[in-house]
């Protein structure tokens, strides 16, 4: 189950018929795209909460990242902060008591760190040449066209490194997991090795994105949180299949980028191949939304290193403009 390209995906809509584009989609002789997102394109993000417009990175770029990615999560692991999104001490002790019971050996021991799915957080402040990458103008543009506004800010990059394993990254949602008082973000993930069923996709509710926001899960086992901290309104993320929301699989090749909604919910399946399956993430805050900080979601940082306190529009070092 691929997912098409969106280039012109919307075609045979209407709205998307009378799209018209400013700019052609082109790439360079490198297949790297620079051109603005079409009508189509914000189309089909619209209704579907994503999109996946093409390639940013070179073979030779994704090659280098790749490489760059692996050093990284070692002198990360070196350093102490290494962060594993699946990792079983993070589950919540009714989970591990039911895996256990279940006789899951995953609820008793820490987890084969071969297996893990390494989580690294704003390597833009640590290294040159991953800055470099994570200021591309093209995926700024594209942010900012999707958010419809005209600057954006980086809200955070990740290295992403997921091992060969049996784990699944349950469906949540992102904007649970930030201290922002409006869901106006998106995440532009960018795919160093090239990404299928085998090596665990992500998958994503098309639609969800309209159902609003959700309460945040556990990453290893789809257990909600923050029920008591959220408005009484918001509501659980759901079984996408039982809801009749259509599921797409966004396959890429190292290099290419999807866009996906704060709101959508998304998951990804385990990773099967013999090999880490990277990709470096930017996640893009539209410039002006309302910082909430700790009172909403105990983020990386606290207000007082970030300098905001609750109200302000989000800003400060750690939040640069992404120019494009
Ligand atoms: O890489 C994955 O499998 C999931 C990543 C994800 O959920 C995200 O980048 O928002």
């Not at 699946?86 to 820490?110: K, V």
């Not at 699989?249 to 385990?270: F, K, N, R, Y």
């Amino acid at each position: 189950m691929r997912a098409r390209s969106d280039a012109g995906a919307a075609e045979g809509h209407g709205a998307a018929d009378r799209s018209t584009t400013s700019s052609p989609i082109t790439s360079g002789a490198n297949g790297v795209r620079t051109s603005p997102l079409t009508a189509g394109e914000i189309t089909a993000f619209y209704e579907k909460g994503y999109v996946r417009p093409g390639k940013v990175f070179s073979d030779e770029q994704a090659a280098s990242l790749r490489d760059l990615v692996q050093r990284l999560t070692r002198s990360e692991d070196e350093a102490g902060r290494r962060y594993d999104l699946l990792d079983p001490a993070l589950w919540p002790e009714e989970d591990r008591s039911n895996a256990e019971t279940a006789g899951d050996e995953d609820a008793r021991a820490a987890r084969d760190p071969a297996q893990s799915f390494d989580f690294l957080f704003n390597m833009w402040l640590v290294d040159e040449d991953f800055r470099a990458a994570v200021f591309n103008p093209t995926t700024a543009r594209w942010a900012a066209q999707l958010l419809g506004t005209t600057r954006v800010r980086l809200l955070e990059d990740n290295a992403l490194n997921k091992s060969p394993s049996p784990h699944e990254l349950r469906w949540h949602q992102d904007y649970s997991y930030w201290p922002l008082a409006q869901p106006n973000a998106v995440t532009a993930w960018v795919a160093l090795d090239d990404v299928n069923e085998r090596n665990g996709a992500m998958l994503m509710a098309c639609g969800s994105q309209h159902l609003g926001e959700r309460l945040p899960v556990v990453f290893g086992t789809g257990t909600p949180y923050l029920r008591e901290s959220r408005p009484p309104s918001v509501a659980e993320v759901g079984d996408p299949v039982e809801l009749g929301l259509p599921v797409e699989e966004v396959e890429l090749a190292a290099g290419e980028v999807s866009l996906h909604s704060s709101l959508i919910w998304h998951a990804s399946g385990p990773n099967r191949s013999e090999r880490g399956r990277r990709a470096i993430v930017m996640r893009y805050v539209a410039d002006g939304t309302i910082w909430l900080g700790a009172q909403r979601y105990e983020y990386n940082y606290s207000d007082e290193e970030v300098g905001l306190a609750p109200g302000e529009p989000i800003g400060g070092r750690y939040f640069p403009v992404v120019p494009f």
